[in-house]
């Protein structure tokens, strides 16, 4: 999918941003009802279980990757598994937070998107969750996982899914770490320009590894997430760089797409009709008139 790029500084300067007050009310009230709507799923335990057996089954149908080879890898030190989870732990919302704030000062028109792109997202989440409990594979015993949360800390779970308060440990699919990750790249690659931008791609990849490492995840629960991202994009198109302005007084370093510099810096013919135009170039009307 080829996704256009944000104009530089001075054209999404021209973009309003939407108003603070009314942003932080929105996105505060929208990660409320999310968090409200996990809880109407918690209770479900036998049959988060027994989607959780389909789950498992369905994979090793499909000869994915044992998520036991990854979680392997993890606990190869008590170091690196620590670490593994603190990033599951604290990586999640400050992550998307800073995105989200970098873009509302940066590039309003994609903070736009991107915001309408992850409220989509997550209401899809909440009815997968609601309609398909499902437990994580660190819960699963056929997995042969290990909880590492639990066992190495630090863990943002409960140790009982029944008595857990503050989260619903029966919503895995889709994952959300992952989703979110994955819409935080894709926004990024979309509203900047340099050519190290495809780095950032790094960040789900690595919120992969870290949520199937610490048998929080499936593979599946990634795929659907990925599933979902993909058709936000499709529904919630992101922002078209507004065309470069013409007319007389215009100069070429004004344009906001200074990526097209194509003809910058050659001479503009003179409009007026006369033989002995500025700077020696003849007159051209019909070709000026042309390459509009």
């Known amino acids: 999918m080829e ?81 593994v989870n603190t990033y ?11 995105f989200l704030v970098w873009l509302y000062l940066r590039r309003p028109g994609h903070y736009v998107w991107a915001r309408r792109v992850l409220a989509a997202i997550t209401a899809a989440a909440l009815v997968v969750h609601l309609t398909f409990p499902l437990a994580p594979p660190r819960m699963l015993a056929a997995t042969g996982l290990v909880d590492t949360g639990q066992v190495y800390g630090p863990t943002v779970y409960g140790a009982s899914p029944e008595t857990d308060s503050l989260s619903n440990q029966f919503a895995a ?14 926004g990024l690659i979309a509203a900047t320009r340099t050519r190290w931008r495809w780095l950032w791609l790094l960040h789900p990849l690595l919120t992969l590894l870290v949520i199937v490492g610490t048998a929080n995840h499936y593979w599946l629960d990634a795929i659907v997430a990925a599933s979902l991202l993909g058709i936000a994009l499709a529904v919630v198109r992101p922002p078209r760089a ?41 007159d051209a009307p019909a070709l000026v008139g042309a390459r509009r």
């Open 173 to 186: 699919m889709p994952s959300l770490h992952f989703g979110w990750a994955l819409m935080v790249a894709v």
């Open 88 to 98: 599951y732990a604290t990586v999640h919302f400050p992550a998307t937070a800073a």
């Open 3 to 83: 996704l256009p790029t944000e104009p530089a500084q001075k054209g999404s300067a021209a973009i309003p941003r939407p108003p603070l007050v009314r942003e932080v009310l929105l996105v505060a009230g929208l990660f409320l009802v999310y968090k409200l709507g996990r809880q109407l799923a918690t209770g479900h335990t036998a049959a988060a279980f027994g989607n959780a057996r389909h789950v498992w089954d369905l994979e090793r149908f499909l000869h994915l990757p044992g998520e036991g080879h990854v979680q392997s890898a993890v606990l190869h030190g008590d170091t690196v598994v620590h670490v």
């Open 242 to 282: 507004a065309p470069a302005p013409t007319g007389p007084g215009f100069k070429a370093g004004d344009s906001e797409d200074t990526g097209n510099t194509e003809g910058a810096d050659r001479p503009v013919p003179h409009a007026s009709g006369g033989q002995d135009a500025p700077g020696g170039v003849a």
